[in-house]
């Protein structure tokens, strides 16, 4: 992170190279999505996060305004739907840390929400105010210089409650020692039958260079696509070769304790990066990636547009929230016990817990009303109330 000043010197500069996630500035968001166990957590967590709809409860009752439905879960600008905005701002956060949209109003309603790219966002707080500003750069080389409440910025980990972090960020050792292992067996393969070994010269005279020079056209001859040829020397030459310790081979081949790191950063499962899971079925390690893992990514997304698309007092009462009903469904068992819960406490009525059990409603009286177990007894009852008794 650098901390600096720019244009009069009056703000200072919080975020200025977005993309680098360690201190030394070698590790970039992009190039870790060459890893196939970080773009998947990726994927599998911004899809998880972008399917969902945004709905807003107004004191527990959904009452979200059609502007705003269509907005976040239809088409939030011209350029793009609002599942494609939701899935880059979820990988934005998760690779860089960091996540950005420009809010666009008029005439004091919001109109339009732009992605903004995170390495052309930087932000500048004003030394006495504490107010942040966001300069934003878009694909058609125009120049926003934007109030904090303008710009929706989406972070998990922050230790200063402006600038966030990556989960790569503690993923370093990890990416590098799988990373060295993938060479280690693309090395090995691209070497063909002809593996590792010593090519015998007999003559005294060869100084470096030569010895560099039939090195290199041996290699060239007889390795990469020309592995499996034969090998063709003459009397002057012997080729002998360096057996490799398979087992070496096998325990990278088969070492998953990178992957396991990746899964346990991200907050995932670990079936879901290929791992065989412990002790747990899938249907619980899916209940419990919903509360201790995706809840937690809602609410990063729920708290900033509570204070960006909601005024104060507003906000006070209308909250969003993420729908997770399509989650729920992709597991029977759970939806089930969820209606059966909900329908013998009297929340739903008999029509709208077969249509959550996907029935089709009955067409009589009986369809909307609404069934209390009879061991729930009314604190009146309870207390000798005047309907005690009843």
Do not use: C
Not at 79 to 93: C, E, G, I, V, Y
Request: charged letters at 25%; a negative charge.
């Amino acid at each position: 992170m650098f901390f600096g000043t720019r244009g009069d010197g009056n703000a200072s500069t919080i975020e200025q190279i977005h993309g680098l996630l360690n201190d030394g500035g070698n590790y970039s968001s992009v190039s870790n999505l060459k890893n196939s166990d970080v773009f998947t957590a990726v994927k599998v967590l911004s899809q998880d996060i972008a399917d969902n709809p945004i709905v807003q409860y107004n004191d527990g009752v959904d009452e979200i305004s059609k502007e705003l439905n269509y907005l976040l879960n239809v088409k939030p600008n011209d350029f793009m739907s609002a599942r494609a905005l939701k899935f880059a701002l979820s990988a934005n956060l998760l690779l860089t840390g960091n996540a950005y949209a420009r809010i666009e109003r008029v005439k004091g309603e919001i109109y339009a929400i732009y992605l903004a790219r995170p390495s052309w966002t930087t932000i500048e707080q004003d030394p006495n105010s504490g107010r942040l500003t966001y300069d934003i750069n878009d694909d058609d080389g125009h120049h926003f210089k934007l109030d904090q409440d303008d710009v929706l910025h989406f972070k998990d980990f922050s230790t200063n409650g402006i600038f966030g972090k990556s989960p790569l960020y503690s993923l370093k050792r990890e990416i590098e020692v799988q990373q060295s292992g993938l060479n280690m067996l693309t090395s090995f393969f691209k070497s063909g039958v002809n593996g590792s070994g010593i090519l015998k010269v007999n003559k005294s005279d060869l100084d470096t260079n030569a010895k560099q020079i039939i090195r290199k056209e041996f290699v060239k001859a007889n390795i990469d696509n020309n592995s499996s040829r034969v090998v063709v020397m003459d009397n002057t030459m012997e080729y002998e070769n360096i057996e490799v310790d398979t087992s070496i081979l096998k325990l990278v081949n088969t070492n998953n304790f990178s992957t396991q790191q990746i899964a346990k950063a991200f907050g995932l499962p670990a079936y879901k990066l290929g791992l065989e899971g412990v002790h747990t079925s899938v249907s619980q390690s899916d209940m419990d990636y919903i509360k201790n893992t995706l809840d937690h990514y809602f609410n990063v997304f729920n708290s900033e547009l509570d204070v960006k698309l909601e005024s104060y007092p507003t906000n006070l009462t209308k909250k969003f929230n993420f729908n997770i009903d399509r989650l729920l469904r992709l597991d029977p068992e759970t939806k089930i016990k969820l209606a059966i819960q909900k329908r013998n406490a009297g929340g739903i009525t008999k029509n709208e817990y077969r249509r959550e059990l996907n029935y089709q409603p009955v067409d009589d009286e009986t369809g909307d009303e609404f069934v209390v177990m009879s061991n729930f007894i009314p604190d009146d009852d309870l207390k000798g109330g005047e309907n005690s008794g009843k």
